[in-house]
């Protein structure tokens, strides 16, 4: 059967891109029900090796919901969640995963209609992808 | 060894279940491995659930705590506090968000919200077989206050701040405190003016040590976070010296060739580009105002106190807690809203309580004698388009309030209500009751069917069909047509972006919850009160302003704060020092030392804020943040997709 939504795993930030998420809902902004949220302190301490895992778990997509230049833990921030990107790019070429397949995008605490267009189109590009 | 393990899912009311099979997840939860119970509740935080958990964590010797429910920002403190009471280690409780995240987001969806629900509680349950007992980290916080804003609300908080025995920074962007209040004439309830109760607050201000006031500044960055936030305040000059000689003064401002109309008194007069503040405005000092002044020098030629080589400063402020009580503004109708603009005789409801206060024995506005006035309500708010969907509150009763004064002030006023019901709540009814003992005329209309304004020729007429009366076609020629406005975030609200503040579906700031959390955001350590957060009346907002106070002290009154024991913790059987985790600290919470004949990296516990960014550069994979294990990640991914 055809699906109708990718299962995407999302790692946001529990004082940036978080209450986002949560504003969302309060919105009632809808998006895909298989988007499931692991929050984390900054998105710049993400291990390369936790999103293999979820695609290894069979998760189509992973989003990291940055906390951009809003990190309250310094300006590099946005820099070193770029490099573990690009270490997780080089990790997913390896093992012939589309790359395209990780998403990023800088979700500020009040960016919930971002957040929700940033996931519907990451969505559409993940069912697309598989279905081809 | 394994852990027994307590979950509780919530109805929230319905929030959730009806949205959320919540005894399906209930169902789907209760074999896994370690759940020793698991229940539904139909609200987790109240007192006699919270009790009911207690009991059952000491009763079934529970190890650990899951409680599936609203957002963590709402409730993860509510229910680490109900483990402590059971005596287990509040970091053996994990919260699963299946509202906001759940079936907020999913409304559309009850069986995808209902399958979501599922998997966020199996995953928090992965991650609290996992969580051990931790001890929090104890870091000093500044015992002092900022205060944004020194309006009623503002100076109201400043005072109780100071009476617990903090020192407080009241910042003010304009040059005079007071706000809006400042503005009004004889207030409901308390018959008081705007002008009595600036002054009373001012004066109390003055008078104290630890309130240091500072006008004509604007926060322009903020670093730092909760216990220790540094502001940096821009302070533009008056470029008048304090001691200014008043004769020369008024010299100065009749030559002034730059007329701009009087924010004071809603543009409905003009004032100088020197000017004195009105006497409701405090500090009594005159300014400049330097954005519209075209340094032509005339003034200085007749007044030596005019200094323009005063010069902008740059003020730090260091404190533990920042305060936001930055107000609304009123709404401005758009050019024919209502008639607005189309005549001159149309005029906003703040305009018209200036126009009242502005006059004595007769009420004239622009050389016509007012006779009869109409008011039409809800002009801005309540609307079924565009962003103002909400009630603004104060205006049913402050309309009433306006048109009875001006009935007591000048004889032979009329006054017509044209409403959309009027919602004059508690005890503004009786002012209400009074207004119908005085002989003011009510209509009323539905939504989709509000009052017209026609102008001819200058003149104004307003009609209605008249629900009260059957839907009867009503018209009155007032000779002012008052629209009643109500309350707008502020135009400028650039602070909200330096501390990002977020902001609700009505565009003034939101709080954590309106009832449990109501002047806390999400952002730690700050808080907000009055107007910004929503419309209020200056009751309201100076009861808002004194929970606010109470909040900001609890965060800086005790000289230092609990924060969570989130940090990087190495493995040195692993390390093999090769620096990257010490370069990719911004903290310096990373050091090397000797091991015997190893060289390992070891964190400085009270240095490290727990912000991971030594983990992912560690080449051997050594690092490891407390509570954020790969363990606990990877059981979490798992449990996640555990029915793909």
Known sequence: MEKKSARILVFSTEKISDPAIDMAGLLKLHYPPTVYTIAVPCSSGIKPRWIMHAYEQGFDGVFIAADGSDCTYGESCTEKTGRLVEVTHQMMKGRNIDPARLRMAAICSVCSESFVKQIKSFNQYLLQSTKS | MNKRLGVYICHCGGNISDYVDVEKVKESIEGEEGVFLAKTTMFACSDATQKEMVEDIRNNNLDGLVVASCSPKLHLLTFRAVSERALLNKYNYVHANIREQGSWAHSDDKAGATAKAIQLVRSAVAKVRLARSLDPIIIPSKKAVAVIGAGVAGMRAAIELSDMGCPVTLIEREHFVGGRTSQWDILFTTNQTGKELVTKLYNDIAGRDNITLITGAEVISNTGSIGDFVLKIRVTPRYIMDKCDENNLAKAIEVCPV??????????????????????????????????????????????????????????????????????????????????????????????????????????????????????????????????????????????????????????????????????????????????????????????????????????????????????????????????????????????????????????????????????????????????????????????????????????????????????????????????????????????????????????????????????????????????????????????????
């Open chain 2, 259 to 644: 007329v701009v109309p009087d924010n004071f008194n809603f543009t409905i007069t003009s004032r100088k580009a020197i000017y004195h503040n009105f006497p409701s405005e405090y500090p009594h000092y005159p300014v400049i105002d330097i954005e519209n002044c075209t340094r032509c020098g005339e003034c200085e030629k007749v007044c030596k106190s005019v200094d323009f080589s005063q010069q902008e400063q740059i003020v730090e402020v260091n404190v533990g807690s920042v305060m936001m009580a930055t107000g609304f503004d009123p709404y401005t109708p758009g050019e024919g809203e209502f008639g607005y603009k189309l005549s001159d005789f149309a005029v906003t409801l703040p305009q018209f309580k200036r126009i009242t206060d502005l006059n004595e024995g007769r009420l004239v506005y622009k050389g016509k004698e007012i006779r009869n006035i109409a008011y039409i309500y809800c002009v801005g708010s309540r609307q079924s388009e565009g962003d103002n969907n909400y009630c603004s509150r104060y205006c049913c009763t402050s309309a009433i309030h306006a048109s009875l004064e001006a009935k007591r002030k000048f004889s032979n006023i009329s006054n017509f209500h044209f409403t959309r019901g009027v919602r004059t709540y508690g005890k503004q009814e009786l002012l209400y009751a009074e207004s119908l003992r005085m002989g003011d005329i009510y209509f009323q209309a539905y939504e989709e069917n509000p009052p017209s304004v026609d102008v001819n020729n200058g003149e104004i007429s307003v009609s209605i069909n008249d629900i009260m009366t059957g839907g009867r076609e009503i018209t009155v020629e007032p000779d002012l047509l008052v629209l009643v406005t109500g309350m707008v975030p502020r135009s400028d609200n650039s602070v909200a972006s330096i501390f990002k503040l977020p902001k609700g579906r009505d565009r003034f700031f939101n709080e954590i919850h309106m009832k449990l959390r109501p002047v806390e955001t999400v952002i730690d350590g700050i808080t907000i009160c009055g107007a910004c957060q929503g419309p209020k009346n200056i009751t309201e907002s100076v009861n808002s302003a004194l929970s606010a106070a109470a909040k900001s002290f609890s965060f800086v009154n005790k000289g230092q704060l609990a924060l969570e024991p989130i940090i990087a913790e190495v493995d040195k059987e692993t390390c093999n020092w090769c620096g990257k985790c010490q370069e990719a600290c911004p903290f310096d919470a990373v050091k090397m030392v000797k091991e015997g004949e190893k060289e390992v990296a070891v964190i400085n516990n009270s240095v490290c804020k727990g912000c991971g960014m030594c983990l992912p550069v560690c080449p051997v994979n050594a690092i490891d943040l407390i509570a954020f294990s790969d363990n606990e990640i990877e059981n979490m991914i798992d449990a996640l997709s555990s029915n793909i």
